[in-house]
């Protein structure tokens, strides 16, 4: 799957470009709306993107429990050295590897919460001027179909095509809301 892009200043035409994508067989966990304007994206009720997305959160914690992870061997390994005999030896170098670990991790995540995600970097400064991001995830053969059906949109400009979201991520999103709206 692929990440494809267009730019627009036009909400009117964004709304109308995701109802035409719905109608064509799309899934709503395939469209996205970035933008700058949340109160009016969801106004329209236009599917936009996670909070979790515009912040480099799981990127940066993964990082930290990377770095978490060599601290933590360098602790055991400088543990070797005092040649601990019996588990009670062992426990204390255990336990600050298991704290740095999970530390490094947290900080890690504080740090993601703070930085931008690599993809809304990508369009900072396209948001910045007013503009919203439509982000579509499609195979490579409903890439046809996706060009015929944005051809028809004009005030929609291709701004490239970028990695998509992983396929099992999509359809548990699928199968979440389908789930809160079966539920009471």
Same mark, same amino acid.
């Given at each position: 799957?692929?990440? @494809? +892009?267009? =730019? ?5 035409d964004?709304?109308k470009?995701?109802?035409? /994508?719905? &109608? !064509?067989? +799309?899934?709503?966990?395939? %469209?996205?709306? /970035? ?5 009016e ?15 480099d959160? #799981?990127?940066?914690?993964? *990082?930290? !429990?990377?770095?978490g ?8 390994? %400088? ?5 601990? =005999? ?21 900080e890690?995540? @504080?740090?993601? #919460? ?5 993809? +809304?970097?990508?369009f ?24 015929? #059906? *944005?051809?028809?949109?004009? &005030? /929609? ?9 992983p396929?099992w ?6 199968n ?9």
């Amino acid at each position: 799957m692929k990440r @494809f +892009y267009y =730019v627009s200043n036009d909400l009117n035409d964004l709304e109308k470009a995701e109802l035409d /994508l719905v &109608s !064509a067989g +799309y899934d709503r966990e395939q %469209v996205h709306v /970035l933008s700058q304007q949340d109160a009016e994206i969801e106004k329209r009720h236009l599917h936009e993107v996670s909070p979790f997305a515009r912040v480099d959160l #799981i990127h940066s914690a993964m *990082m930290g !429990a990377a770095i978490g992870a060599v601290l933590a061997v360098v602790v055991l390994l %400088v543990a070797t050295a005092f040649k601990p =005999v019996t588990a009670v030896d062992w426990l204390p170098f255990a336990i600050l590897a298991v704290v740095l670990f999970l530390f490094s991790t947290w900080e890690g995540g @504080f740090y993601g #919460i703070q930085v931008h995600s690599a993809e +809304y970097q990508r369009f900072a400064d396209v948001l910045n001027s007013g503009y919203h991001v439509l982000m579509i995830d499609a195979d490579t053969r409903e890439r046809w179909s996706l060009q015929r #059906i *944005m051809a028809y949109h004009s &005030s /929609l400009t291709d701004a490239g095509e970028g990695r998509a979201r992983p396929e099992w991520l999509i359809s548990s999103e699928r199968n979440f809301h389908a789930f809160v709206k079966a539920m009471p």
